[in-house]
């Protein structure tokens, strides 16, 4: 079994993903339609680098299997979960939390396989 079908297999649970926040041309930000990816939510605290490059502890260490933006949301649970403000805002959600870093790692000898991880 493949590094990548073994992500796959153990990224069981669900999480409503929101994208970063884009400028709308009035002053606020907006976010885009939230949806559901596939994830493995391990609360466990550890210690990552960060976007401007300093050490921060995470809330939770978290396996995808797509890409995420850094400044996006993670929420572990269903749109179906979500109210129509809350799928427009994850501020508004309870749980939500903030991505602060993503690492997408290839596999020894592929450019097509990656682990993806998420730090919240």
Known sequence: MSIESFIRTVCVQTAVYWSAPVA??????TF???TEISCRWDGKKEIFIDAQGREAV???KILVTEDVDEE??????ELDDLSTA???????????CLIRAFEKTPMIKSTTVFVRTVYV
């Open 72 to 77: 996006g949301y993670l929420y572990l649970g």
């Open 32 to 34: 885009a339609s939230p």
């Open 58 to 60: 995470s809330k939770a």
């Open 24 to 29: 709308d041309g009035y002053g606020s930000y």
């Open 86 to 96: 809350q799928k427009a805002n994850p501020k508004l959600v309870e749980g939500a």
